[in-house]
Each structure stands twice: as structure tokens, then as C-alpha cells.
């Protein structure tokens, strides 16, 4: 028995690397998949839409979260429909505001209300989600993404944030709440603990889910064992009296 059996969690695998997709829709843990236009430039993607109707293609029976890009809300609300038109597995994710910082509540509450399943990012603040709840369609699916990993990056401990996400949510039973950016594989469990349906995790932190449970005793040794055959394949030596 495995404390990764305990967790409720669903785990998103977050990137923008087809061959790695295909590979993580194996992985039994992996249950979804989220992506970004910054993800997308740092994997050489260069046709968006090329690119984005690949993975949907790739992954038909996993919920896909795609990006729009768009600054003006009327565009963005087009950009939504029509990536919610590429396939029945597609989140629209929609940034939280846009780069003006005005609040995307009007393409959140109309993409909502047309059945869209949207993907709320790039959130880092309670009162964002209760300006959300305020406008999303109280029927609808839908995820709502807190970067938890940005905000510990600012020193603030996100779990209490997170906690009160969570009751913000309260009268939007089909909205998950997500924990983006996670920094260690802890996260994992921290988002579990507060409730967060979801949490994406990078190829790397994936990797460290075999990690889980492993014998603090042998990890240590293994360590050393790591110091002594770097130090003796670099022929390192010390003069000593
Ligand atoms: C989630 O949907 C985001 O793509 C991701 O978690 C962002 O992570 P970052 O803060 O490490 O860029």
C-alpha cells in the first residue's frame, strides 16, 4: 500500500512536448493534460492551432486544457469558442485578467453560460476566485486554476490561500480547484490535504513520484554513494598530512 493510493487528486500533466504527451497518457496516474503559450514557445511550437489539434488528437479520452491568447475580451471570447469547438475533450483555459489587469468576467460569464468547460489561470489571489464565482455559470464544469507554486515564489505560504479558494468555490460544486506551478513532489500531498481536485505536474516532478515511500535510510546512503563515485570519476584528491 502506497500513500499514493490515498490520494484523491487527480494529477494534469503540464507541457508542450507531443512525444512526451502520448508517453504520460500511459502512466496510469496521469488523468489530463494542461499546456500554455510559454510552455508551447520553449518546445519550438509554431502553429498554434496545428499544434494544439495534435494533442487533442493524440489524447481524445483525456481533458486537454488549450490557452487562448488574445488581449481584447471580444477576441478572446472568439478564440474561445473556437478552440471549445476542436474537440469534446477541450478546457478553455482563459487567463484571469488581461494585460491591461482588467478582469476577464465577461468572457468567463459568456463562454460559461454557452457550455464552454473553461480552465481560469494565471489566478493568485482569494478575491480573484470570489470575482470569478460571482460570474461563472453556477451549473457549469469547470477548473479553476491558483498558482500556488508563484505565489510560495513571492514567500507567502500558499496552503492558507488555497484553503480559502476553496470555500470561495462553495456554491460552484462542478468547479475543481487546481493547484498550478507545484515546486516539489510535497505539493502533491499538500494539494490533496486542502482539497484541490486537481494539480498539474511537470515531466520532472512526475518522475519523482517514484520517489514516494522510498526508505529514508537507503535515500541517504544512495546520496553518498552519489559524492563518492562523482568525486572519484573526476579524480578529485586532497594533500593530507
Ligand atoms: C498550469 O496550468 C500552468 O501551465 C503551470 O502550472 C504554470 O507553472 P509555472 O508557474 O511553473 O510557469
Same mark, same amino acid.
Given at each position: 500500500?502506497?500513500?499514493?493510493?490515498?490520494?484523491?487528486?487527480?494529477?494534469?500533466?503540464?507541457?508542450?512536448?507531443?512525444?512526451?504527451?502520448?508517453?504520460?497518457?500511459?502512466?496510469?496516474?496521469?488523468?489530463?493534460?494542461?499546456?500554455?503559450?510559454?510552455?508551447?514557445?520553449?518546445?519550438?511550437?509554431?502553429?498554434?492551432?496545428?499544434?494544439?489539434?495534435?494533442?487533442?488528437?493524440?489524447?481524445?479520452?483525456?481533458?486537454?486544457?488549450?490557452?487562448v491568447?488574445a488581449?481584447d475580451f471580444d477576441e478572446m471570447i472568439?478564440q474561445g469558442?473556437?478552440?471549445?469547438?476542436?474537440?469534446?475533450?477541450?478546457?478553455v483555459?482563459v487567463p484571469v485578467m488581461n494585460?491591461?489587469?482588467?478582469f476577464a468576467g465577461k468572457v468567463i460569464e459568456v463562454l460559461s453560460?454557452?457550455?464552454?468547460?473553461l480552465?481560469v489561470?494565471?489566478?493568485?489571489?482569494?478575491?480573484?476566485? #470570489?470575482?470569478?464565482?460571482?460570474v461563472?455559470?453556477?451549473?457549469?464544469?469547470?477548473?479553476?486554476?491558483?498558482?500556488?507554486?508563484?505565489?510560495?515564489?513571492?514567500?507567502?505560504?500558499?496552503?492558507?490561500?488555497?484553503?480559502?479558494?476553496?470555500?470561495?468555490?462553495?456554491?460552484?460544486?462542478?468547479? #475543481?480547484?487546481?493547484?498550478?506551478?507545484?515546486? #516539489?513532489?510535497?505539493?502533491?500531498?499538500?494539494?490533496?490535504?486542502?482539497?484541490?481536485?486537481?494539480?498539474?505536474?511537470?515531466?520532472?516532478?512526475?518522475?519523482?513520484?517514484?520517489?514516494?515511500?522510498?526508505?529514508?535510510?537507503?535515500?541517504?546512503?544512495?546520496?553518498?554513494?552519489?559524492?563518492?563515485?562523482?568525486?572519484?570519476?573526476?579524480?578529485?584528491?586532497?594533500?593530507?598530512?
Amino acid at each position: 500500500m502506497s500513500r499514493l493510493d490515498d490520494l484523491k487528486i487527480k494529477i494534469f500533466a503540464d507541457g508542450a512536448n507531443l512525444d512526451k504527451i502520448r508517453v504520460l497518457a500511459k502512466n496510469p496516474m496521469v488523468k489530463g493534460f494542461t499546456t500554455n503559450p510559454t510552455l508551447m514557445k520553449k518546445d519550438g511550437v509554431t502553429d498554434y492551432e496545428d499544434f494544439a489539434r495534435e494533442i487533442i488528437a493524440a489524447v481524445p479520452d483525456f481533458p486537454v486544457s488549450l490557452e487562448v491568447f488574445a488581449d481584447d475580451f471580444d477576441e478572446m471570447i472568439a478564440q474561445g469558442r473556437a478552440i471549445a469547438s476542436w474537440g469534446s475533450n477541450v478546457n478553455v483555459k482563459v487567463p484571469v485578467m488581461n494585460t491591461k489587469g482588467e478582469f476577464a468576467g465577461k468572457v468567463i460569464e459568456v463562454l460559461s453560460s454557452e457550455g464552454a468547460v473553461l480552465n481560469v489561470t494565471a489566478i493568485m489571489t482569494v478575491e480573484q476566485v #470570489e470575482k470569478i464565482a460571482a460570474v461563472l455559470n453556477p451549473n457549469a464544469s469547470a477548473i479553476i486554476s491558483v498558482f500556488a507554486g508563484r505565489i510560495a515564489d513571492t514567500g507567502v505560504d500558499p496552503l492558507q490561500v488555497m484553503e480559502d479558494c476553496k470555500a470561495a468555490l462553495k456554491g460552484h460544486p462542478k468547479a #475543481e480547484l487546481l493547484w498550478a506551478s507545484p515546486r #516539489e513532489l510535497l505539493n502533491v500531498f499538500h494539494a490533496d490535504q486542502v482539497g484541490c481536485q486537481i494539480i498539474t505536474v511537470t515531466d520532472d516532478l512526475l518522475k519523482k513520484l517514484a520517489l514516494v515511500d522510498k526508505d529514508l535510510d537507503l535515500y541517504s546512503r544512495e546520496t553518498v554513494q552519489m559524492f563518492y563515485n562523482d568525486a572519484a570519476s573526476s579524480s578529485f584528491s586532497i594533500q593530507t598530512a
